[in-house]
């Protein structure tokens, strides 16, 4: 039997009732666990429904607000590592699965889908879906562009989507997950991250399953609302560099389908509350710390103090100052983060405004290509 667990903050408490449905109707779920961060409205409205729910499905739902685990900003990592402990500690199911509380698209084939993975023998099972060609733009511009850098002979800038939030671990991995001191001390957004680089790491079967509707969500405002996640994501990649990774992990992605108009046609993000940012909230420690940069890099960023600046920040640029971050950024430090998140911001445009605006399919080709040329250059030292 398997354990399903949804991580939440505030969320809109009738998607939650929705979700924690489903997966208590599964006939593969055992339990149902809900995480919550705080003790807010939604938690106090999955606690008034959870007794009817465990009623109508047969199937134990519990409730509880997430520990303080890691050193990190306490987030969404503590939620998932909690889930993690509760799964070993509380019950004697064989599988976890994690799921986002909010997705809009979720059903029963999502567990399907992991739990045949699983039959099949695989250690670990990641979800991954069609997204619009300006959503996962960290995903891209920062994980996977790492993954290729650090690692480039490894699985790891192959993942489809190493941010995912949607994942079947077995026992055994979990075990191992809990006793690795990195992933339980990233309590922030850089816990998918981590999850993915120690199960790569650790050398194990690793399936990505496709959900050919994709996970609907909002579209985001000015890239802003993603500026923690950002710098908690790329924190962590440059944490782990140094670390060495072997071949051993095997790693099979599931062949994909059309994706909807919905996703193909959806804009991810906000342009016009998005560029102001290039020029906003400058200081001089800022401007002096782009003398870390190549001069092409560093000048195009300058500008943006008068006029926004940003098709400067190509494919090459990017890797040159991706390069440049992993050695010289200082985690916390206020004024590097602001140049980190304003790179990317620019980068961001400047790849909405040559290639996501020739469609998706370009745009899609595009940054697949992007990777692997990254990680060829990688292998090849250059
Ligand atoms: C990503 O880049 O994957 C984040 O979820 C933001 O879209």
Redesign the pocket.
């Known amino acids: 039997m398997s354990l399903v667990v949804f991580p939440f903050r505030t969320e809109d408490p009738k998607v939650v009732e929705f979700n924690l449905r489903v997966a208590a109707s599964h006939p593969a779920v055992g339990r149902v666990l809900a995480v919550g961060a705080e003790e807010e409205s939604t938690y106090q409205a999955v606690e008034a429904f959870r007794s009817e729910l465990a009623a109508t499905t047969g199937t134990p739902v519990d409730l509880i607000l997430q520990d303080r685990i890691g050193s990190k900003r306490p987030g969404k990592g503590d939620g998932m590592n909690t889930g993690l402990r509760y799964f070993l500690n509380e019950t004697d199911a064989e599988r976890i699965h994690f799921y986002d509380a909010d997705i809009t698209s979720f059903g029963p084939d999502w567990i399907t889908r992991a739990e045949s993975a699983a039959d099949r023998g695989h250690d670990v099972v990641r979800h991954f879906f069609p997204?619009s060609s300006t959503?996962?733009?960290?995903?891209?511009?920062?994980?996977r562009t790492g993954f290729a850098l650090l690692w480039p002979h490894t699985e790891l800038p192959r993942i489809e989507?190493p941010?995912?939030g949607e994942l079947l671990f077995t026992r055994p991995v979990a075990e191992a997950l809990v006793a690795d001191a990195r992933v339980q001390d990233q309590s922030d957004w850089g816990i998918d991250t981590l999850y993915t680089f120690s199960t790569i790491q650790a050398g194990l079967s690793v399936y990505e399953t496709y959900v050919p509707q994709g996970k609907q969500h909002a579209m985001?405002g000015g890239l802003t609302d993603?500026r923690t996640?950002l710098v908690e994501?790329f924190s962590a990649i440059q944490s782990l560099t140094g670390e060495v990774v072997g071949v051993g992990a095997t790693h099979q992605i599931e062949a994909t389908a059309a994706v909807p108009a919905s996703i193909t046609e959806k804009i991810?993000y906000n342009l016009e509350a998005t560029l102001h940012l290039l020029g906003e909230d400058w200081t001089a420690r800022q401007a002096e710390l782009l003398g870390h940069f190549p001069t092409g890099v560093k000048e195009g960023m300058l500008a943006n103090r008068s006029t926004p600046t940003f098709l400067f920040l190509d494919e090459e640029a990017w890797f040159l100052s991706f390069r440049t971050l992993l050695e010289a950024y200082v985690p916390g430090d206020p004024d590097w983060e602001a140049v980190l998140f304003r790179l990317w911001v620019a980068r961001v445009i400047s790849y909405t405004a040559t290639r996501a605006l020739r469609g998706y399919e370009h745009s899609q080709r595009y940054l697949a290509e992007m990777v692997d040329g990254y990680r060829r250059r990688a292998e090849l030292g250059s």
């Open positions: 997204r959503d996962a733009m960290i995903t891209w511009m920062i994980t989507q941010l995912g985001y993603l996640m994501c991810g």
